[in-house]
């Protein structure tokens, strides 16, 4: 069966500590990792795609990497700003897939200034 | 560019009424996509159109649920005789179809039902 797993659940930084979010993905033909922002009560934002193994994408202070299995979310310095839920998805290759993507459950950040 | 809109954002409905979630994609977007959060739990697919077209309904619920994306106007997500189960914020996600950056799927703000 397909999965998405994020971990941690949840994690806590103060400001300024550097750290990763994972997620590790079992799919039977990745078409494309996606990175999203949750922020309570909103929409899910575009953060990153990424298609290939060594593939890497950077925003401000974001940046995110993809290998075979997993994807890492590097967060560089964070900020009290930077307080969501991360969210990772995988769209995925082979018959019946038409567009869906398929959600871990997010890693919820919390930065103390 | 203006956004993907859903309304309304917030829908209070009784047992066995009906529930009707509206959304427009962006401009120049073609492929809509909806998915439901549940309290607790991640996002969800639901289902997956083109104008005139459902491509894959294959995370509807047999019963109740209906969506449709007409030539014209918005992506109409109908839940009939809604029970508590439903409550939930409901997604609606835009794309220009197709693969690179047409692929990217941009989401609306949500609709949050809640079934009293």
């Known amino acids: 069966e397909d999965q998405v797993t994020q971990s941690p659940e949840a994690l806590r930084l103060q400001e300024g500590e550097s750290s990763s979010l994972n997620c590790s993905y079992t799919v039977s033909g990745l078409r494309g990792l996606f990175w999203y922002r949750q922020d309570p009560g909103k929409g899910p934002e575009f953060l990153f795609t990424?298609?290939?193994a060594g593939e890497e994408k950077e925003k401000e202070r974001l940046k995110a990497t993809l290998t075979k299995k997993e994807s890492f979310l590097h967060i560089t310095a964070p900020k009290p700003e930077d307080s969501a839920t991360y969210l990772c998805a995988v769209r995925l290759y082979g018959s019946g897939n038409t567009g869906k993507l398929i959600f871990g459950q997010g890693t919820t950040l919390q930065v103390k200034p | 560019n203006a956004g993907v809109m859903q309304n309304p954002r917030h829908l209070v409905r009784r047992r066995g009424q009906e529930a009707r979630l509206r959304c427009s994609p962006m401009?120049?977007?073609?492929?809509v996509y909806w998915y439901r959060q549940l309290p607790e739990e991640g996002l969800k697919f639901m289902v997956y159109?083109?104008?005139?077209?459902?491509?894959?309904e294959s995370g509807m619920p047999k019963e109740r649920f209906s969506a449709e994306f007409p030539k014209e106007g918005p992506s109409i997500l109908r839940i009939q005789q809604v029970v508590r189960g439903d409550s939930a914020a409901y997604f609606c996600a835009s794309s220009g179809g197709g693969t690179g950056n047409t692929d990217t799927q941009y989401f609306g703000p949500g609709t949050r039902l809640t079934v009293l």
């Open positions: 159109l083109q104008k005139e077209n459902i491509i894959d």
């Open positions: 990424l298609y290939s």
């Open positions: 401009k120049g977007h073609s492929h």
